[in-house]
């Protein structure tokens, strides 16, 4: 099986002439901001998944955006949140770390809602890094133009940013430009992964988030934050199809009840929901086995953690 995604669209052959920059970008803000949306859209590819509901990205993803002028390697932070358990702790700092290791910082905030106490907390980790951190206000498609200056003020009396970007994620409004910015602060430099390349992560990880997206999309309360979904085995069979053995754990009996449904409707359902993508994803045909188990407060079990590929001590 390949290790890696790439996209047919990509400039394989362009030619790198002086001037080639390159370089890292994370995107970071509260939780349901709109980072994944905006990653996918930068990208031009689906490389993390996305859920109405809040903390949905739990690993840091790496989107690989490249044109015949740049290479912008963006990170899609979980979202900074007040931690309820080790992994929320493992979240926060895989934010944190993402902050040292980038050229630029995208700062996501919803422009529909009011600054709160998550943004001004976000803001004070800004300000004692010197990396250039750029605002992006997103969701400018709910508001009214007139609100966008006084919503950059308040923003602006709190920090100084290197550029301030209004956009829509979802839309796209605004996100050629906002590109455009990033690559003005960016080095000189080599291009890092293959020009075809969309992100490092392998296809097993991008598989096992998608049957995670659809366990986000059609369970409810405590179920979401509750399950983690491991690829254990992806092999390509003599027919061609591939075959996928996942695992999703929960944390009690009573939530595999519920990823189960009655006479297994829920399961299969999420089955054939993330066989539609997957098999968009690989071109070809896959058979899709998913095992549902039970492994107790697995979210506070650093050994677990690990299992999963969360990196606790990080």
């Known amino acids: 099986m390949s290790e890696r995604i790439t996209s047919p669209d990509a400039t394989a052959g362009a030619e ?13 803000g509260r939780p349901n901001v709109g980072k994944s949306t905006l990653m996918n859209h930068l990208i031009g590819r689906k490389v993390a998944i ?17 044109s015949d002028r740049a290479q912008i390697v963006f990170l899609d932070t979980p979202g900074i949140h007040k931690p309820m358990s080790k ?3 493992y979240m926060n700092r895989s934010a944190d770390s993402a902050l040292k290791e980038v050229d ?5 905030v919803d422009v529909s809602e009011e600054l709160g106490g998550g943004d001004r907390f976000i803001i004070e980790k800004l300000k004692k890094i010197k990396t250039p951190s750029f605002l992006v206000l997103n969701k400018i498609d709910k508001v009214h133009p007139d609100a966008l200056l006084p919503a950059i003020a308040k923003y ?12 829509s994620a979802l839309n796209g409004n605004n996100v050629g430009t906002l590109l455009e910015q990033i690559i003005r602060y960016l080095p000189e430099g080599p291009m890092y992964y293959p020009a075809d390349q969309v992100t490092d992560h392998p296809e097993q990880f991008i598989c096992a988030e998608l049957i995670r997206e659809k366990i986000l999309h059609l369970t409810y309360e405590e179920v979401p934050h509750s399950i983690a979904v ?25 939530q595999k009840g519920i990823i189960i449904g009655k006479n297994g409707a829920m399961l299969k359902q999420i089955g054939a929901l993330a066989r539609q993508e997957i098999e ?16 107790k407060d697995w979210r506070n079990q650093e050994w677990v953690l690990r299992d999963f590929g969360f990196r606790p001590e990080d």
Request: aromatic content about 8%; charged content about 25%.
């Open 280 to 295: 968009a994803l690989l071109g070809s045909r896959i058979y899709l086995d998913l095992w549902v188990k039970v492994k």
């Open 156 to 167: 602006r009396e709190l920090h100084e940013f290197a550029e301030v970007v209004p956009i």
């Open 87 to 89: 992994l929320g702790d």
């Open 104 to 108: 630029v910082i995208l700062f996501l």
């Open 230 to 254: 491991v690829t254990e085995e992806m092999r390509a069979q003599e027919n061609g199809v591939v075959y996928i053995r996942a695992v999703i754990c929960v944390e009690r009996e009573s």
């Open 50 to 66: 996305m859920s109405d509901k809040p903390q949905t990205t739990r690993n840091k993803i790496h989107g690989v955006y490249t």
């Open 16 to 28: 790198r002439e002086g001037g080639f920059r390159s370089g890292f970008a994370a995107i970071v």
